[in-house]
């Protein structure tokens, strides 16, 4: 009987039971919708909506912590940082509004199907934006609630390598932005790059 629960216990693979965290590096270039846009008088009458502020292509930098629950499923916690310029437009022309850097964590989960090469992301989690020489930006903004959903593919190559798209929406707004009667807005960044590390792969 003791041989038996033995040979049971010993044939159990508990190191394989045990919680498992995975790390992988991120890097890419962000693209972002307008920010901002407001109201200006130009020569002599109201434009509505007519100066726009919107950040150009920035890279991005991250990291991601995965925890396979099964083959196809982990839960995923990512963070990244962008710094890059915000440019204005309006009808006197473009210029150069000073430097933005955004940071956002996000929770969620990964999902791969039965094909090795593809996998889904979808998650939940805050965004801020920091640039204390830019006048909407002065006084700081307004941690925002942001949502993503993603995807990546891993190219045919013997490296732990994947190409990914991640499509984030979020809502913007700031103290100074407010106070001149500016109106929280919809923003969608486009996150295109590449991951390094084993991922959620077992």
């Given at each position: 009987?003791?041989?038996?629960?033995?040979a049971?216990?010993?044939?159990?693979?508990?190191?394989?039971?045990?919680?498992?965290?995975?790390?992988?590096?991120?890097?890419?270039?962000?693209?972002?919708?307008?920010l901002?846009?407001?109201?200006?008088?130009?020569?002599?009458?109201?434009?509505?909506g007519?100066?726009?502020?919107?950040?150009?292509?920035?890279?991005?930098?991250?990291a991601?912590?995965?925890?396979?629950?099964?083959?196809?499923?982990?839960?995923?916690f990512?963070?990244?940082?962008?710094?890059?310029?915000?440019?204005?437009?309006?009808?006197?022309?473009?210029?150069?509004?000073?430097?933005?850097?955004?940071?956002?964590?996000?929770?969620?989960?990964?999902?791969?199907?039965?094909?090795?090469?593809l996998?889904?992301?979808?998650?939940?989690?805050?965004?801020?934006?920091?640039?204390?020489?830019?006048?909407?930006?002065?006084?700081?903004?307004?941690?925002?609630?942001?949502?993503?959903?993603?995807?990546?593919?891993k190219?045919?190559?013997?490296?732990?390598?994947?190409?990914?798209?991640?499509?984030?929406?979020?809502?913007?707004?700031?103290?100074?932005?407010?106070r001149?009667?500016?109106?929280?807005?919809?923003?969608?960044?486009?996150?295109?790059?590449?991951?390094?590390?084993?991922?959620?792969?077992?």
């Amino acid at each position: 009987m003791g041989a038996g629960l033995w040979a049971a216990c010993g044939s159990t693979p508990l190191v394989a039971q045990a919680p498992v965290l995975r790390v992988e590096a991120r890097a890419g270039v962000a693209l972002s919708t307008v920010l901002a846009q407001a109201d200006v008088v130009h020569e002599g009458r109201l434009e509505a909506g007519s100066a726009t502020l919107r950040p150009g292509p920035s890279p991005f930098l991250g990291a991601a912590l995965l925890h396979p629950v099964d083959e196809q499923l982990s839960l995923e916690f990512v963070a990244a940082l962008s710094r890059g310029g915000l440019d204005g437009n309006g009808p006197g022309g473009r210029w150069h509004a000073g430097e933005v850097t955004v940071v956002h964590g996000t929770l969620g989960l990964r999902y791969r199907p039965r094909v090795r090469w593809l996998y889904g992301r979808a998650g939940a989690g805050l965004i801020a934006y920091h640039g204390s020489e830019l006048a909407i930006l002065r006084e700081g903004s307004h941690t925002g609630l942001l949502l993503m959903g993603g995807a990546g593919v891993k190219p045919p190559v013997d490296l732990p390598l994947r190409i990914e798209l991640e499509l984030q929406g979020h809502s913007f707004g700031s103290v100074a932005f407010r106070r001149e009667g500016g109106v929280d807005g919809s923003v969608a960044r486009l996150l295109v790059g590449v991951t390094v590390g084993p991922g959620g792969e077992r």
